[in-house]
C-alpha cells in the first residue's frame, strides 16, 4: 500500500505549531514570496493575493500535498514549508520559508519537525532541490546529512535516508527534545 500525504490540523514541537495552510494566510504567503531577498530562489509567485487565495483552496482539496504554516505556540506566523511528490518510501519537501524576525532556532526546529512528521507517516527517506546558488539551505540540508545526487541547471539535487535523520534528531536533540504531537483534522 502506497504511503500517502495526511494533513493534520496542527503538529506540534517544542516552540514551534506546523499549521495547514488556509485562504486566511494567502497574504502573509505573498509577502514571503515576493520578498526580493526570500524570493529570489523560489519558483517565481505572483503577488495577486487573490490568486494565492485560489491557490490556496484548490490546495484544501488536494490530497497530494501538505502546505504548513509555521507559528509559535501563541499563533504568530513565522514561514512556510510543504511536503510533496511521495514517491514509495521518499517525500520531498520545500517551499520552505522563514521570516527574518522568527526566533533563534526555527530553521533547525521545522526542518526536524517535517522529518519526524514524515516518519510518522511511514516514510523513510526524502528527495528534494536546492538551487545552486542558495549555498546557505543546501549547506544547512548537508550538515543534516543530506547527500547531493545530481546537479541540473540551477538545482543541486538531495536524498536523505531515515538513519541521517535519526541522527540529526540525535545531533540536535535540544530543539525538539521530546519529538512531535500531531493533531488531526
Known amino acids: 500500500m502506497p504511503i500517502t500525504l495526511v494533513k493534520p490540523a496542527r503538529v506540534l514541537g517544542k516552540s514551534i505549531v506546523l499549521r495547514d495552510a ?21 519558483s517565481k509567485t505572483s503577488s495577486d493575493v487573490a490568486a494565492q487565495r485560489a491557490w490556496l483552496q484548490a490546495y484544501a482539496a488536494d490530497d497530494s500535498q501538505v502546505y504548513f504554516l509555521i507559528e509559535d505556540h501563541a499563533g504568530t506566523r513565522h514561514g512556510t514549508v510543504r511536503l510533496y511528490d511521495p514517491q514509495g518510501d521518499s517525500f520531498s519537501w520545500g517551499s ?33 532541490s536546492v538551487r545552486v546558488g542558495n549555498e546557505s539551505v543546501w549547506k544547512f540540508h548537508e550538515r543534516f546529512g543530506a547527500v547531493r545526487t545530481r ?35
Open 22 to 42: 488556509t485562504v486566511d494566510d494567502a497574504e502573509f504567503i505573498v509577502g514571503l514570496r515576493t520578498d526580493p531577498v526570500k524570493g529570489q530562489y523560489l
Open 151 to 185: 546537479e541540473e541547471g540551477e538545482d543541486y539535487f538531495y536524498a536523505i535516508s531515515r538513519e541521517a535523520m535519526e541522527a540529526s534528531f540525535e545531533k540536535y536533540r535540544k530543539y525538539l527534545p521530546d519529538g512531535i504531537s500531531v493533531i488531526a483534522r
Open 96 to 128: 520552505w520559508i522563514l521570516a527574518d524576525d522568527r526566533p533563534s532556532g526555527f530553521a533547525v526546529e521545522s526542518a526536524l519537525m517535517v522529518y519526524r512528521y514524515a516518519l510518522s507517516l511511514g516514510f523513510t527517506a526524502s528527495h528534494f
